[in-house]
């Protein structure tokens, strides 16, 4: 058989001739082999290996960086993403300027870092030839797209896209059907093939789809839009998607999984697939399949429903059996998917060894069973075109840093290097160049100190903390040399207080508007994986400033080392395991509880103090580091780049995926090639 016939056997497209048959052919797969994907697909049905299902919420895999499928022409206009708005403290020339970017949408099937790392971790998985089934739900209408409506704050715009043309998704002619206490439920298929560095393996990310005729019309709407929690059915139903809807698409696909991951506890309700009609004995044998990563110590991030609300979906034997692993101890009625997940599951994983610490206390019943697996970024697509060229130039020192990206710590040995330090410092100016030239109608000097805070706007992650006080900051500024500061972030539509974030830090901007010449803040529309590149990328200083110990790891920063961008930082996350190893600089309240029950208390005054003193620091050293081009190569500032760049060696995708073999999979034969 040929191997598109085989290719066809395996994915039937709806209406290939007239919509895919150009892109895909004997060997090609929308540019890139299609053998690859032959080999994968075998390996998966395979009975011999020991296959693995990850299943997610969301995926960030932003192709519009990375991997991206070659197409010719006419992308619809649906599918690009075109203007974004800037809002300043330079007032008149936010209304008559804007940032053009003619880019592609990345698929919108995420809303920040869990997306984003499930993202990498599937891009890993392929890198890493293993064998894998990635499970997500497509979502017709994305997240949300965010419109800035200047000074008072974000207005959500619902987002449309064009599934049936976006590049490499393709739409199966196979549907599975979920028989609900109340409805039947068709999902369509779709499929995207996320295919590794070399293009010589692929991981299938497997997309649930709601939205069919034959669904009645509230059913329909189920896939629509990423987290909206109108009304607890809604939300339960898109667990049930994702959770039974894989479970069964699996089976339909013919693959052969031997675990489970479930990337948060949104996809618990797949072991009921597992539990329903068998025995007390049969069930415990089912939950060695499972394995668990938890995502966060804050409250808002745990799945509790009410039996109830329950009961409008599932049937009653999936509700005791969700009553038997699921109830909270002083709070009948309520199920936790937390719980479920974590009493389904042979292992947890906390996402970093704060996070463990945290978790421990808040579950102390859990403790042998929760280790920690620290998260990581994918260093090709977090690597900037300038620091690849650099690893690439001394690759007597760094050997073949794109397989082994431990290698990075090599950089070590060239810390006395005077040449290497010239270079890694233009490596950085020349990322920095890109920010100065996106945004050169705002002033934006190469040689001004710039710091970037970007990320979802979320309480503990005190956004507004560097606007606290603004006088203290102009006066920073005019004494040290001036500041250029990025900002961007959505809030989740339904988030009052994000909402209100975001509407304090547009009045904080605004009335620095007299202090312009000093200091100059501009805040970015819709930040996303292309935004977080550049921006991780280009600044020299990345700030993260989350309250301890809420920030269960954070992955931002670890992109920003990659690429020599030092860390301003509270202790928190990730940072407390690179504590030590002088990466920027650490201020603020120090956690030694590890107790997350108070997220009210978001100590800004004093931390904000702290901040201010820690910043005087940063841009003494930066102008005495850059004195107006004039680099200073003796400076300690290029010692903090060389020891950022050391610690990409440990925070990465593929020594997570590996400690995922090795400490909660507990499989061998995971790898599909040698
Ligand atoms: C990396 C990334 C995140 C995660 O950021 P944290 O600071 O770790 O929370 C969120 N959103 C986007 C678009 C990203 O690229």
Not at 350 to 359: E, Q, T
Not at 363 to 375: E, G, H, L, Q, S
Not at 484 to 492: L, N, V, W
Request: aromatic letters at 12%.
């Amino acid at each position: 058989m040929s191997r598109l016939a085989r290719f066809l056997e395996i994915n039937p497209i709806e209406s290939f001739q007239e919509n895919y048959a150009k892109y895909i052919t004997e060997d090609s797969f929308y540019g890139f082999p299609l053998e690859p994907i032959l080999k994968a697909e075998e390996a998966l049905a395979s009975p011999d290996l020991t296959s693995i299902a990850y299943f997610s919420m969301e995926y960030g895999l932003a192709p519009s960086i990375y991997n991206s499928f070659p197409v010719s022409g006419e992308i619809p206009e649906a599918n690009m993403f075109r203007r974004h708005e800037v809002f300043s403290n330079m007032r008149a020339l936010d209304y008559f300027l804007d940032i053009q970017i003619d880019k592609m949408l990345d698929l919108p099937i995420y809303s920040g870092g869990l997306g984003v790392l499930a993202g990498d971790t599937t891009k890993s998985m392929a890198d890493l030839g293993m064998s894998v089934v990635a499970i997500g739900i497509l979502w017709n209408k994305g997240y949300f797209k965010q419109n800035f409506w200047f000074r008072y704050g974000q207005l959500p715009e619902e987002m449309h896209w064009d599934p049936w043309h976006y590049p490499g998704l393709i739409p199966l002619d196979k549907e599975i059907c979920l028989k609900m206490r109340n409805d039947e439920l068709h999902l369509r298929l779709w499929k995207y093939y996320v295919y590794s560095y070399d293009h010589r393996f692929v991981v299938p990310l497997i997309l649930l789809d709601a939205n069919l005729e034959k669904n009645p019309e509230p059913l329909r709407k189920l896939t629509d839009q990423l987290y909206r929690s109108d009304n607890p059915w809604w939300k339960i139903y898109q667990r049930v998607i994702l959770g039974l809807g894989g479970m069964k698409a699996i089976d339909e696909l013919g693959y052969n999984v031997v675990r489970y991951h479930l990337n948060e506890g949104h996809a618990a309700f797949a072991f009921l697939e597992r539990a329903r009609g068998r025995s007390d004995g049969e069930i415990e044998e089912e939950k060695k399949r499972f394995v668990y990563t938890c995502h966060t110590p804050v409250s808002a991030g745990h799945d509790r429903f009410h039996v109830n609300d329950l009961r409008a979906v599932l049937n009653e034997e999936d509700i005791s059996i969700l009553e038997r692993l699921g109830t909270e101890p002083d709070r009948p009625g309520i199920i936790n998917l937390t719980l479920v997940a974590m009493n389904a599951s042979s292992h947890i994983n906390a996402v970093a060894l704060k996070h463990s610490w945290v978790m421990h206390n808040q579950f102390p019943d859990y403790k042998d069973r929760i280790v920690a697996i620290t998260n990581g970024v994918h260093t090709l697509t977090w690597v900037s075109d300038a620091f690849r060229n650099l690893f690439d130039k001394y690759r007597d020192v760094f050997g073949d840093w794109e397989k082994d990206p431990t290698r990075l710590q090599n950089v070590e040995q060239l810390r006395s290097n005077q040449e290497f330090r010239r270079d890694l410092w233009q490596a950085h100016q020349k990322n920095k160049r890109q920010l100065v030239d996106l945004l050169w109608k705002w002033g934006v000097d190469e040689n001004v100190f710039t710091l970037a805070w970007a990320r979802r706007i979320a309480a503990y992650k005190r956004p507004s903390l560097i606007l606290r006080n603004p006088d203290r900051l102009v006066e920073i500024a005019r004494r040290l040399g001036k500041i250029q500061i990025i900002m961007a972030g959505k809030a989740h539509p339904q988030d009052n207080l994000g909402f209100t974030f975001i509407r304090e830090m547009m009045d904080k901007i605004d009335a620095l508007y007299e202090h312009r010449a000093y200091i100059r803040i501009m805040m970015l529309e819709n930040y996303d994986t292309y935004f977080g590149k550049l921006l991780t990328n280009s600044v020299d200083v990345w700030l993260n400033n989350p309250l301890p110990p809420f920030e269960a790891s954070g992955t931002s920063g670890m992109k920003a080392i990659l690429n020599g961008v030092l860390q301003l930082t509270t202790l928190d996350g990730w940072v407390v395991e690179a504590e030590d190893k002088d990466i920027g600089w650490i201020f603020g309240y120090r956690d030694e509880t590890n107790d997350a029950s108070n997220e009210l208390n978001l100590r800004l005054d004093e931390d904000a103090e702290a901040l201010y003193s820690a910043l005087e620091e940063v841009v003494s050293l930066y102008y005495s580091t850059n004195r107006q081009g004039e680099v200073d190569l003796s400076s300690p500032w290029i010692d903090k780049m060389i020891n950022a760049i050391a610690q990409a060696s440990y925070f990465n995708t593929y020594r997570m995926v590996h400690d995922y073999l090795n400490k909660i999979w507990e499989v061998d034969k995971a790898f599909a090639t040698a």
